[in-house]
């Protein structure tokens, strides 16, 4: 937290870069001239050299115009998802193209579009808005991500997610549950890496909708596979909203197997087995959850350990203990 109020007090110019792509040069200089002595302003005049940019450069906001030859601006920022999706996007447009900029809007191509002429002092004013919400966004994942790294070591999987439904960080253990070969570049869309898991995007999207935490559900992807799953909010203390939310996956099919067999069974010493090693397996999984909880506490006995940090710790000793 420290660092980051500390990186807020910097001049914007030192922080993010802006990508204008359009093809009258007079828009440019005059976008340039009246946004260059608050950001890093990039310029292109077609979309190809504009990924260039967007490639070789940390760019948080691309304005792209929708009417130039070549590559409409629909299409250059649809490209530009592909390569970061966190990346806001607006449109620059002098036409009155409604049903086009209704699409773009609603398909989330486009944060939001500026018509020409425009006024110099409402546009700092939606570009500044446009740059608080890619602060928002990038401060969000590196919660997600030391959150995700404190909490992988007690054996379940994983799922962050932000509040416009975008992946942010899975562990390993989540990407085994959900047979993924490859990790996923991140941000992605939850949409596309839980497109095969219909009851956990259900799970997502009812949590994410109102806000309230799940509690565990049976999830079956196949016969030879049985989940637990739970979703957790994420609410910085500075924020009176989540701003995301965790899905743990916890595999249980050997213990409900388990369960299944010894209400089959009959004979008592048999039973008796069962229940034997059914006791074994909660003790198994009861310590991989005592092995996160201990990782925390060592984190706050670190005497450098910022008060923030030290916070976040014993959050996640609480949650891992409501678990």
Sequence with gaps: M???????????????????????????ESLEFTLGTEYRVFVATNGRDGLAIFDAEEIALVIADQNMPGMSGVE???KVIERDVRAIRMMLTGYAD???????????????????????NQLRMVIERAVEHYQLTTKNQQLLAEKTSLLENMGDG???????????????????????DDAPALPANATQILADFPQLMSLVEATLREGVAQPHQGVSFDASQYLLASTSLIQPPEHSSPTGIILLLSN??????LQ???????????????????????????????????LSAKRIQQPEL???KRQQSLELILQAVEE
């Design 76 to 78: 250059f920022l649809e």
């Design 260 to 294: 299944n067999r010894l209400v089959q069974q009959e004979h008592q010493a048999q039973r008796q087995a069962l229940l034997n090693e059914l006791a074994a397996r909660f003790r198994h999984r009861i310590g991989n959850d005592l092995g996160g909880i201990q």
């Design 306 to 308: 910022s008060a923030e």
């Design 2 to 28: 420290d660092d980051f109020a500390a990186e807020d007090r910097e001049a914007p110019g030192q922080r993010y870069g802006i990508l204008i792509v359009d093809d009258e040069e007079a828009i440019l």
């Design 252 to 257: 249980v099919t050997e213990l409900r197997n």
């Design 158 to 180: 994983l799922i962050a997610v932000d509040a416009d439904g975008l992946i942010t960080a899975l562990n390993p253990r989540a990407m085994t549950l959900l047979k993924l």
């Design 98 to 120: 409604i049903s086009s900029l209704a699409r773009a809007i609603n398909s989330g191509r486009i944060y939001r579009y500026i018509t020409k002429p425009w006024d110099d």
